[in-house]
């Protein structure tokens, strides 16, 4: 099994490496088990080094034209697309992800973001009319970006770079699971000219520096992915300063899969969705509702076409499923097939069992369970792991009841004929949905309902995010 040694991190505060105390975070690969890198434990104190230098760039960086802004910002696209290759190897050993899919996604999409945020801005209406009224679009401050270790770069960047377009400071945490290419994209935006103190890194754990961030007074919003608990504690703990929040959180999504789908196309897709990464992604479709007379054939596709997804090493071209993230996500995932088995699922393909021959990383086997009660544990809560659901429904009323009924609503997706499919997408209770899976869209918003969070990130929608609006009579 192919290993790597990355070097030590440093936060980057004020545009320089900064050593933290003498506390760390080891980085541990979890195909190997073995420790990679380290990270400093920050404190209160680090955070607050950073809002200074952050808020000591704010006046400079705001008054820069957005023209100028989005030239430094389509430089980090650049940057970004000449560092591809190492983005990817080094995400594929701090969180296991296949490196065909850090390739093509960890590194590749986080440049198409960057590139798409850049050209909003000569569009975008900085200024308008209403009435008598000039209304200007502001950047709010000093921005906290706190983001997952799932899709570390890719989630950075939503967030980042919309925020350094609006004129916003950032004082950004990254998961201290997934840390290492946080400083990658520091060097970056300081190569494409950005002032130095517009974007710092602090590492560290939730509790110490992602409180730090979310209490800080210096700090006007706070952006964050991640679980729907550690939301909530952000929502409270940013109240005191009433921040902006903006949560972009679980999901539990569901493939409608209509009477009359390509059933060809709507299984292998779904079963895809809910693999990719896998299962790590927030919002896989991991419910896959299907007409009950219709079950046991779409089943049986189901596992023949997970029998291409492959787990192994994640260094290897052909490895399709690589290892979790780590050895607690990997027991977690396991617990919830145990309750699945447990509360009478039957189990397709896949099971609580190791994968042989990869019993020290923290590997699953990809797991379809059939016939699954939509009010059951694995069909309710959000596993982040290649579980899929497949659940019966008896009429389209009662498979939108079924979709509609979790506290999540992040995303989802419907297959039919086209018609028939927007008239059920409409009724879906989610922040976007799928109809006979279309390509990806990098300026359409993306965010949750319910429990899945608020606000959006993407495209305009993202970029609104990141400013306050000024009415000013005449």
Known sequence: MTTHTLSAAAHWIGGEAVPGGTETIEVVNPATNEVIAAVPAGTAADVDAAVAAATAAFPGWARTSPADRAAIVRRMADGLQVRAGEIAS???????????LSRRA?????????????????DFPWTQEIGNALIVREPIGVV?????????????????????????????????IAPLTARILAEVAAEAGLPPGVLNVVHGAGPVAGEAITTH??????????????????????????KRVALELGGKSANVVLDDADLAKAVALGVASA???????????????????????????????????????????????????????????????????????????GGPGPVAGFEAGAYVQPTIFARVDPNAVIAQEEIFGPVLSVIP??????????ANSTIYGLSGAVFGDDEHALAIARRLRTGQVDINGPEINLVAPFGGYKQSGNGREMGRFGLEEFLEIKAIGR
């Open 393 to 402: 429904y008896a009429t389209e009323d009662e498979a939108v009841q079924i």
């Open 275 to 349: 693999f990719i990464n896998g299962g790590q992604v927030c919002g896989a479709w991991t419910r896959m509702l299907v007409p009950a007379a219709r079950h046991d054939e779409i089943v049986e596709l189901a596992v023949a076409a997970a029998a291409a997804y492959t787990v192994g090493d994640p260094a290897d071209e052909g490895t399709v499923i690589g290892p979790l993230a780590s050895q607690a996500q990997r027991q977690r995932v396991t617990g919830y097939i145990e309750r699945g088995i447990a509360d009478g699922a039957t189990v397709a393909v």
């Open 217 to 242: 007074p210096g700090i006007g919003m706070v952006s964050f992915t991640g679980s729907t608990r550690a939301g909530k504690r952000i929502s409270v703990a940013a109240s005191d300063t009433v």
């Open 106 to 122: 960890q590194a590749g999409l986080p440049i198409m973001v960057t590139a798409s945020v850049a050209a909003l801005a000569a």
């Open 144 to 176: 906290g970006a706190i983001t997952p270790w799932n899709f570390p770069l890719q989630q950075t960047a939503t967030k980042v770079v919309p925020a350094l377009l609006a004129g916003n400071t950032v004082v950004h945490k990254p998961s201290e």
């Open 90 to 100: 080094t995400i594929t050993a701090e969180m296991g992800a296949p490196i065909s």
